[in-house]
């Protein structure tokens, strides 16, 4: 079953296309990685899919119900965690739980129960009746996130949740990313960070302009811009002779030295590092180190964005 | 949507209560306004009017019985000086009015034309005109005793005694002047009025700190509509203005024992109504501003100077006819008319254009308040 499925979903302010035509699934289970530059639709998609702003066109189900029609369902089922914080500093971290609980229709003991729960996954529970203002800003983060799941939604929707922590704070949150879908959540993670992405993401969609322009493993992605790998091997100095003889060795598709420096580009489903080393040693090359560099998603952003993640 | 709008009800007044400082600004500062009102009236209504009498007529017994005569007058306190002292009392403020009896005083009297007698005051006819009226209808008695003694002392002193000591008497009763009681609750009412204009716009600014803040956002993003969410903030203001009401008037009434003049559930009602109309402003003013320092900047032009206009702070007839027509476009005046008609009298049925104004007013700020925020439904401008 897909959690989230969205069809032919365009949103446009006046002349200004935020979303453009855009198709997506998310299944039941996935932690799903959204990616794009500022400007590229992500928090309009995200705004739509809660309801905030009404589309253009196209429709938006949530567990197989169009959350035109089904608001209040779509609603109750869903958690966000806003990129900004979005908490009481007057009110404690128990009462910030428990009035954004309420609004769900939890009342008295359940109330109680699901806050004090919420408070503890975060790890909040000594804090509860402390206000945010004497919070760090991780502290103030993870309350932001328990504020977004005491009502136990099927789908969480993450907008940036670790900007501007520390890195342990960074760990617990990512922790409770995982453990959340380990209870069964389906999560919808945007970052900054690309190594979270790649760390997190069961499914990663990449958004330009309004429009998915990738979406899948981060295997597959990959894969849609190359099948090449890039080894770089450091020599004590120049062998220019070398090239040649390395251009020998199946995968490897070019060769070129600068100063010290060997460059080597080579079909990444052929393992041939071993192979480019021995014939380095048998020739009596002084090797000083070897780095053979894949392609990441930093790498593909790129490609296909033509601007860095955080540009 | 009904619990959803209770939950939030409920939760806002928690909080807002919580805050000593707010309950010192929504209880405290009307009180305040009461008591300052207070103090503006206390000596007015209870003057005693302070008159210095100079016997140039000597022994005289007309003189001698004139001068017994103001000594006894109600609000009235007679003072023996000579002609220099009263010029110079008169002159410090520490006389209100001088009677001046001159030599030949008594003897006009008992010819039947009174003469020789001179009331003086810098301050005019407003003081002096009490003075006049008791003491010239005292000696047109006695003029009316000269004239029936055909100007023999003997007979005057007879008919004069029998006159003192007739069994017809004449009880004087002070009315208890409610003119002043009446000033001080319209003024009362007035500092309440403007200190419930500034609450009601306080609160409904609540809509722009939570957007500010970002928590309308999560607000919206759960299954309470920004309309529940705009009701549940109007319910907040009403009843925040209605305890303020409820407190001042009993403050008013049971502390200050001022009577107003009007039965106390009936001015809560007619208030209570101006909350209505009060809240439609506040929330003009906030759709109307993208955040709080442009709705501060509004409140600060809008709510004090038509409270000033409406007449909260002064009497409206003092200002000049064309600021009082621009003061009839103004809430604030309809509800301080119907007050001093009320005061007058009139029963609520001679106040149904005040209330049907008010409560049009109203109306009329909700319609352009919910216009505003329908056009205002761009949620890129919050999120």
Redesign the interface.
Known sequence: MNVLDIRGLSKK?GDFIAVDNMSLTVGEGEIFGFLGSNGAGK?TTI?LV????RPSSGEINILDKNIAKH??FA??N?G?V?Q????????TAFENVK??A????LRGEELKERTEEALKFVGLEDKAKSFPKNFSGGMKRRLNIA??IAHRPKLIIMDEPTVGIDPQSRIYILASVRKLNEMGCTIIYTSHYMEEVEEICSRIAIIDHGKIIADGTKEQLIATITDLKDIRIELKRGEPDLALSLKNIPGVRDVSVEDNMLRISSDMAVDNLSQILKVLIDSGADIRSVEEQEPNLETVFLTLTGRNLRD | MGKNIWWLVLSSLRKEFRKRGNILIYFGLPLAGVLISTFIYANAGQSVLRVGVVNGDGAETVAAETVRFISEMGQVKAENVTEEELATLLAAGKLDSGVVLEEGYSQSVLAGQPDHIVISSIKGAEVTAYLKALLYNYIDNMTALGRAAEGDPARYQELFEEYRNTVFKLQAETVNDKSVTKDMTYQSLGFLILFMMMSSVNLTELILKHREDRTFYRIISSPVSSRAYVISNIIVNMIVMLLQIIVTLFFLRYVFKLDPGIPITALAGLLGLFALASVGISLVIVAFSKNRGVSDSLQNLIVTPTCLLAGCFFPVEIMPVAVRRIADFMPQRWVLLAVEELQDGSGFGGIWLNLSTLFVFAIVFFLIAAYKFGHNNDTRKFI
């Open positions: 302010f928090s705004n809660a309801s905030l702003l608001s209040r609603k109750m869903l966000i806003p900004d914080l979005a908490i009481y500093e007057d009110m009035f954004f309420g609004l769900y229709g504020c977004a």
